[in-house]
């Protein structure tokens, strides 16, 4: 089970991937809407909905947003949500969590791509029917990935190693010395700021469905 850190003062989506037995498909349905009616009647709830990968498949994915972390907590360590949880414990069984403050992500898995598809098509509101059909996307090719990272990763590598170069005497330091400082520096850059930005503004290129060819 996976669970990422979240930011206490930003609404909060948590993704739940559950494994159903196929048999008490029925008997899910219902559960789960119970689920998200019951975390409508707490204090800073944004929405919720669910979607699952096939008719026929166990995989069932289970979201809702929150206002921030501790209307989320309160929702999590309540009574309500332990009763329910209890009650589906003999068909339904949690395999994996994950806690995002935004849906931009890199490039994402397909848990993380079940977040994306509910706010893609702007259901993270309250939902009052049953699950929504909705494809879990594929990662990006392998090239477009490529492509998205040297977009940051040049202007980045560019203007900094112009700046480390204006440090006196570094030219000098050992070749090994230079790189690792350089990456120690890069790297944050990268990975908090620059590709998070570069993927959401190419975020409709990278999701665009491969054309088929004949």
């Given at each position: 089970?996976?669970?990422?850190?979240?930011?206490?003062t930003?609404?909060?989506?948590?993704?739940?991937?559950?494994?159903?037995d196929?048999?008490?498909?029925?008997e899910?349905?219902?559960?789960?809407?119970?689920?998200?009616?019951?975390a409508?009647r707490?204090?800073?709830?944004?929405?919720?909905?669910?979607?699952r990968?096939?008719?026929?498949?166990?995989?069932?994915?289970?979201?809702?947003?929150?206002?921030?972390?501790?209307?989320?907590?309160?929702?999590?360590?309540s009574?309500?949500?332990?009763?329910?949880?209890?009650?589906?414990?003999?068909?339904?069984?949690?395999?994996?969590?994950?806690?995002?403050?935004?849906?931009?992500?890199?490039?994402d898995?397909?848990?993380?791509s079940?977040?994306?598809?509910?706010?893609?098509?702007?259901?993270?509101a309250?939902?009052?029917?049953?699950?929504?059909?909705?494809?879990?996307?594929?990662?990006?090719?392998?090239?477009?990935?490529?492509?998205?990272?040297?977009?940051?990763?040049?202007?980045?590598?560019?203007?900094g190693?112009?700046?480390?170069?204006?440090?006196?005497?570094?030219?000098?330091?050992?070749?090994?010395?230079?790189?690792?400082?350089?990456?120690?520096?890069?790297?944050?850059?990268?990975?908090?700021?620059?590709l998070?930005?570069?993927?959401?503004?190419?975020?409709p290129?990278?999701?665009?469905?491969?054309?088929?060819?004949?």
């Open positions: 089970m996976l669970e990422t850190e979240a930011t206490p930003h609404p909060i989506t948590v993704a739940i991937e559950r494994r159903v196929p048999a008490r498909s029925v899910a349905t219902s559960w789960m809407q119970a689920g998200t009616d019951l409508a707490f204090d800073g709830y944004l929405g919720s909905g669910w979607v990968t096939g008719e026929q498949s166990d995989l069932w994915y289970m979201l809702y947003r929150f206002r921030d972390l501790d209307t989320l907590e309160a929702w999590e360590r009574d309500q949500r332990s009763w329910w949880l209890d009650s589906g414990r003999v068909f339904a069984r949690e395999v994996r969590i994950e806690r995002r403050t935004g849906i931009e992500g890199w490039f898995a397909p848990l993380a079940s977040v994306e598809a509910f706010a893609a098509a702007d259901i993270l309250p939902v009052e029917t049953g699950p929504v059909a909705l494809p879990i996307p594929a990662a990006p090719p392998a090239w477009k990935q490529a492509v998205t990272i040297w977009l940051g990763f040049f202007p980045v590598n560019l203007v190693s112009w700046l480390l170069l204006m440090v006196p005497t570094f030219a000098d330091w050992p070749l090994a010395l230079r790189v690792g400082v350089s990456t120690l520096i890069f790297t944050p850059i990268m990975v908090f700021w620059v998070p930005w570069v993927t959401r503004m190419l975020r290129w990278l999701t665009r469905p491969r054309r088929e060819r004949g």
